[in-house]
C-alpha cells in the first residue's frame, strides 16, 4: 500500500479509546492524560507513515501500546533515588548532603499533615518561623539571634541587601570568586544595590589595605572564605580578628561568608582545617553566612548567624521572605542541629559518618565486595566535595571492575541505567566503587546491580 492509503489506515482517536488497553489507561491515568497521549502516538504514527520506508499503520492495540509507554514517560520520576559509589562525601550534583534517620523522620512528620509552622501555641496566634531553629542554632554557635533562608546564595545576598544596599562593601580582590553553577561574588554584590570596592591583590591584601578603603559611605567589611579552591605560594591576608577591630574602631560591620557550615573541627578527622561558625562569631565577626547541606550534614539552607541588631535587620527585609525556608527544610534543620547538641554528630549525620569511617573498615567491605563481584581492591582516595576542603582527599580502598568488553564508560552508563540507578567513577580504564560513600543499607541492591551488568548474576 501507499503512505497515503497507509495514512487513511490509521484508527480515529475515539476506536483506540474503547480499546480494552486504553480503558486500562483511562482508569490508571484519567481520560485527558490518556487522550493527550492517545493523540500524540497517533500523530508519531503518521510522521513514520509519511517518512521513507515501508510503515505501516498501525492497530488500535499498537497506538494504545505506543500510548501507555508515552505515559509511563511523562510520569516517570526525573528526581530518584541514587547510590552514589564515587566516594565524593559531598556530591552537589547527587543532592549534596544524606540526611540522617531523624531528620528524614521530622520531614516526614512535619509533611504529613498539618504543623505549628507560624503557630503559637501558648497565644493560640500567629507565630514566627524562624523561631524553630534560632534557639538551636544560638546555643550550637554562640550567636545571639539567627536566621534561615533557602540556601547560602540567598543568605550572603539579603545579608547584603539588608545591610548595605546603597552603599560600600570592602572586600578582598582575592575573594572575589566563583563557585558552582556560575554563583558569583561580585554579582550578588551588585544585585545587592551596595557598591564594590576591591582592595589588595589576588594574592595578598593587608590590613591597611582595608583600612585606607573605608570611608563615611562604608558599610560592611566582607569576608568570603575560600571554600572551592586553595591559593598558595606568596600569598597573605589578615586574620578575621584583626578586620574585626579595624571594623569596630572604625564603626563598620565585619560579616562573614564562611560558606561550608562546619561547626566540627575538620582537622580532628584527618582532614585540613575548615573555619568553623563559632571560631568566625569569636573572632568577631557580626553575622556568619553559611550553608546547611555541606559540612553541616543537613537540608539545603542557608544560615546567617550573629549579633541580635543586623539579624533582626534581615529578618525584616521584603526579600527575607522571598527566600525563606519551608516546613520540610526546618523540620530537617532541627533535628540535624540536634544531633551535634546531644554530641552525635560524628555517628548519626550521614557527612561526618563518612569523613570518620575507619580505613580498615572500609577495606573490609570492599574486600567483600571484590569477592561477591571478582573485582580487585585497590588503593584510592575520597574527596570531601561540595566546594568543601578544596584539595582535601581521605584515604580509601577501591574495588575495581573491569568490562568483559574493557569499555568501563559502557559499564558505567548501565550501572547508572539500573534502579536505582548506580553512580561510579572510572579510574585507570576500570569502574570504580568506593564503599566510603555507600551506606549497609544500600550495599545488597548495589552489589545485585553490579552482578547484573556484569553478567554475574
Known sequence: MTAAEELRRLPSVERVLQHDRALALVAAYGRPLTLAAVRQALDDARARLRGPGQAQAPSEAAVAAAAAALLDEWLAPTLRPAINATGVIIHTNLGRAPLSAAARAAVAAASA??????YDLEEGARGARSLHAERLLVQLTGAEAALVVNNNAAAVLLMLSALAAGREVVISRGQLVEIGGGFRVPDVMRQSGCRLVEVGTTNRTHLHDYEVAITGDTALLLAAHASNFKLVGFTAEPELSELAGLAA???VLLVHDVGSGALLDTAAYGL???????????????????????????????????????????????????????????????AT????????????VPVWRMLAAPLDEIAARAGRWAAALGGEVVA?????????????????RLVALRAPG??????????????PPVIARILDDALVLDPRTVSVEEEEILLASCRSVLGKA
Do not use: N
Open 113 to 118: 499533615g498539618y504543623c505549628t509552622l507560624e
Open 249 to 251: 574602631r572604625r564603626g
Open 272 to 334: 585540613a582545617h575548615e573555619p568553623t561558625v563559632q571560631e568566625s562569631l569569636s573572632a568577631g565577626a557580626a553575622v556568619v553566612a553559611f550553608s546547611g547541606d555541606k559540612l553541616l550534614g543537613g537540608p539545603q539552607a542557608g544560615i546567617l548567624a550573629g549579633r541580635r541588631e543586623p539579624i533582626e535587620r534581615c529578618k525584616r527585609h521584603p526579600l527575607a521572605r522571598a527566600v525563606r525556608a519551608d516546613k520540610m527544610t526546618l523540620a530537617a534543620l532541627q
Open 337 to 348: 542541629l540536634g544531633h551535634y547538641l546531644k554530641d552525635e554528630a560524628p555517628r548519626a
Open 380 to 396: 584510592g582516595e575520597s574527596t570531601v566535595g561540595g566546594g568543601s576542603l578544596p584539595g582535601a582527599t581521605l584515604p580509601t
Open 406 to 419: 574493557g569499555d568501563a564508560d559502557a559499564l558505567a552508563a548501565r550501572l547508572r541505567a539500573g534502579e
